[in-house]
């Protein structure tokens, strides 16, 4: 029997810009953000709420972003990792990991550096335990993870004082 | 992936996600966090035509200390929890928030969420199951007040009617003396735990005055074991008591062979998370600041 599923008008600011769209209930945040939006930085990795590729900032917080539906982000302040440059400039995460080789295929990075700028948000001095609790989230599956603590640690030294 | 297509209803006040939910029928669902929903609907084990969305009720997240309870709002999230100084005032409320997946899912999964959602590997209806918790459910006819035991009945299931929800958690502060440990062992942050273990001691000197003791993620529900507390109550504990407690959950615990481990292996976990736990627990009841986290594999 056909049905009709009616679409859902929302309203959303996307790295300081504000988006007005008509959306299925069933759409999902990272496909508005791919398919929508065209910000394809933000990855598609497992799919089911594990690996973190597709973090985002919604609201302050970090987000799995597969795991959110686009109606529930209406009204959303969103960051993805093409919020992060500002004036061709690489923010200091990016630049942090850049530097420390915290990236090998990069297709986790996007979203460990969405959630490395949450952990800076909050917390501008943290522990090893403290980057390791908050990249739990987050799998990489090139580097072992070393570098990535490394870039985490640099980022946060030259974020202090920002 | 996507989910089967779906009719999308976004409530202003949870009167009116019980009324929608009523009209809409037994197709329809509550939408809170969405961290458990989602994924099951993604995989279309859970295909509901409806959704009523809770996300946007205001005011429906909060914490509240009220004379001798704690109050939690159903849509509060794991993260507020764990970074509340008033929920901190029960640290084994802390180490159940701070442990649960991950930071992303921690900031979008709610506490009333994941206790409906009754899932048999959920971390909150273990901890809880050691306090004194009382749910505040809202339906059609109005309130009530249900105790959080017997509220689950079964795997995915709980005695909530279909267009009936959690509105408020309240747990009743310990007395002095008390304390809490709950460990929950993961192979990684995401998934959900092999098996946990929550413990709540009222001490009197060294001896044991009560204890209450559930195993979580060994059984179709929140396991009591009632031989393990009957082992600790009214005893010194010493190191003949802890290997009682132990052997006591080995037998209670249920488990079922999967991915994350075997019968055997789960129940030699149980019991050893329990030790742990028990320590953790008598140093909270002396007064002592005890850090806990989920371990890791």
Request: charged fraction near 20%; include cysteine; charge should be neutral.
């Amino acid at each position: 029997m056909p049905d009709i599923f009616e679409k859902v008008a929302i309203q959303l600011k996307v790295n300081g810009k504000t988006h007005s769209l008509t959306v299925e209930p069933r759409m999902l945040l990272v496909e508005l953000l791919r398919e929508a939006l065209d910000l394809t930085g933000t990855h598609v990795g497992c799919d089911t709420t594990y690996c973190g590729a597709c973090t985002v900032i919604m609201n302050g917080a970090a987000v799995k972003s597969c795991t959110v539906f686009a109606v529930q982000a209406d009204g959303a302040e969103i960051t993805t990792v093409e919020g992060l440059e500002k004036d061709g400039k690489l923010h200091p995460i990016q630049q942090a990991f850049g530097d420390s080789f915290g990236l090998q295929c990069g297709y986790c990075t996007p979203g460990l550096m969405l959630s490395t700028l949450q952990l800076l948000s909050k917390n501008q001095q943290p522990s090893d335990k403290d980057i390791r609790k908050a990249i739990a989230g987050n799998t990489c599956r090139c580097t072992g993870y070393q570098n990535i603590f490394k870039a985490i640690q640099l980022a946060a030294q030259n974020t202090k004082g920002a | 992936m996507y989910p089967r297509p779906f009719h999308y209803h976004r409530a202003s006040s949870l009167r009116e996600a019980v009324t929608m939910l009523s009209q809409l029928g037994e197709d329809a669902r509550f939408l809170a966090g969405g961290q458990s929903l989602i994924p099951l609907m993604k995989l279309r084990f859970s295909n509901p035509s409806h959704l009523v969305d809770l996300s946007f009720v205001p005011g429906a997240a909060y914490i509240k200390q009220e004379r001798s309870a704690l109050h939690f709002g159903a849509l509060t999230r794991h993260s507020e929890i764990e970074n509340s100084a008033t929920a901190a005032m029960l640290p084994v409320l802390h180490d159940c928030a701070a442990g649960i997946a991950d930071v992303q899912v921690r900031n979008r999964g709610t506490i009333g969420g994941s206790l409906a959602e009754a899932d048999p590997s959920g971390d909150w209806a273990t901890v809880l199951l050691t306090q004194e918790t009382e749910l505040r459910c809202l339906g059609p006819s109005g309130e009530r007040t249900v105790p959080l035991r017997g509220f689950i009945t079964d795997a995915y299931t709980t005695v909530l009617g279909h267009d009936e929800l959690i509105q408020e958690v309240i747990v009743r502060i310990p007395p002095p003396g008390s304390g809490g440990a709950y460990l929950a062992f993961k192979r990684s942050a995401p998934v959900y735990p092999t098996a946990s273990v929550a413990v709540q001691l009222t001490m009197d000197g060294g001896v044991c005055k009560d204890a209450v003791i559930t195993l979580g993620c060994v059984g179709l529900t929140v396991v009591r074991s009632e031989g393990s507390e009957a082992a600790l109550r009214g005893h010194e504990i010493d190191d003949k008591a802890i290997a009682a407690a132990m052997e006591a959950a080995r037998a209670a615990a249920d488990p079922q062979a999967d991915m994350r481990g075997s019968v055997e292996y789960k129940r030699v976990l149980v019991a050893a998370l329990l030790k742990r736990a028990i320590e953790i627990a008598m140093r909270r009841a002396r007064g002592e600041q005890v850090e806990v986290s989920h371990i890791y594999a």
